[in-house]
């Protein structure tokens, strides 16, 4: 990403729609990519025994048709559109957030659907039906939402990169980074109630101390920086980050070389299928980068707008008013004024 010089606010507005483009294309690439891969998440046979089947099992099969094919196809026409009128960040936002929507939630109802009651399934299909369901939950729904928390951690370093002076990227990071570190952990204290083993121990460890780098900067992230000081930091969490995850990974690959067994049922998943879903996360993650940072970008533009509304008039000096005893209440006391 180019760096914007300081006051050049008239080239902002294309190096951001730059730079959207750049991450909606990587994420529909992936996304592409995923689904090739890992081809449809389940197939359903029936033999109806020469009897026409019943309104409840048709609607069934509309059910799994539409919430299988539906929300990816609408998903990826609403990104390319976006991509289309990439030059009108109005229109390409609202695009993307509804791209955003159909691949992250549209899947969904599918999951919701009790599919094996309106087909009438005996308890044997009804086991196959559930399987084919908790598949699709794995490659499809569980990637989207994993990566919503590092998108928005990574949103607060593009906001950094495009709003130096903004303290709203070290806010983000308050908020994402303590938020997607117990996500991480929840594994790390399974694995440590049921086998603790040192080397996976601490490299889930790492891998879940990967969001509390940049809770580490904050300090700097508050900060109103000049954009060269700006674009170096955001390097150092980035390039810290990369570090510890794959230290981490290097570490929990140990471990599993250790294991006959685990390389015996990991035998059993072809990489090919591992790669299929790394590239669904990435999409989903950079997709979600994006549709946070036009939001957070969104925000603080309609704050200042409403501070300007505000000066002089009762309203706002009521709200400063307000403000100031809540924000001295929660202020740390050694901040506190004397």
Not at 22 to 51: H, I, K, M, N, W
Not at 89 to 101: D, E
Not at 142 to 149: K, V, Y
Not at 242 to 270: M, N, T, Y
């Amino acid at each position: 990403m180019s760096d914007v010089v300081a006051g050049d606010a008239q080239s902002l507005p294309q190096a951001y729609a730059a730079w959207r483009l750049r991450t909606l294309a990587g994420s529909l690439l992936a996304s592409a990519v995923g689904l090739y891969v890992q081809g449809p998440t389940g197939e359903f046979r029936a033999d109806f025994e020469g009897e026409w089947p019943s309104i409840w099992l048709l609607l069934g099969l509309a059910a799994i048709l539409i919430g299988a094919v539906g929300p990816p196809l609408a998903g990826s026409g609403l990104a390319l559109a976006a991509i289309w009128k990439w030059r009108r960040l109005r229109t390409s936002s609202r695009l993307t957030r509804a791209a955003w929507v159909m691949w992250v939630l549209g899947p969904m109802p599918l999951l919701l659907v009790p599919i094996s009651h309106l087909m009438g399934l005996n308890l044997t299909d009804s086991l196959r039906t559930s399987a084919h369901q908790v598949r699709h939950l794995i490659t499809v729904t569980a990637p989207a939402f994993l990566a919503l928390l590092p998108g928005t951690l990574r949103a607060a370093l593009i906001v950094e990169r495009f709003l130096p002076e903004s303290r709203a990227p070290g806010q983000i990071a308050l908020l994402a980074a303590p938020a997607c570190a117990v996500a991480y952990l929840i594994p790390l204290g399974v694995v440590a109630q049921l086998a603790y083993q040192p080397w996976l121990y601490l490299g889930l460890l790492l891998l879940a101390s990967s969001p509390v780098v940049p809770l580490l900067a904050v300090h700097w992230l508050l900060q109103r920086n000049a954009p060269g000081q700006s674009a170096q930091l955001v390097r150092v969490i980035v390039v810290v980050q990369v570090a510890v995850s794959a230290l981490g990974l290097v570490l929990v690959a140990r471990w599993i070389g250790d294991h006959p067994l685990l390389q015996e049922l990991l035998g059993h998943v072809k990489p090919i299928w591992v790669v299929g879903l790394a590239a669904k996360m990435l999409a989903s993650q950079w997709l979600t980068t994006v549709v946070v940072t036009d939001l957070v970008v969104s925000l603080l533009h309609q704050g200042r707008e409403a501070a300007r509304s505000l000066t002089d008039t009762a309203e706002g000096d009521t709200l400063a008013h307000k403000l100031d005893a809540l924000g001295t209440a929660l202020r740390p006391a050694r901040d506190a004024p004397a």
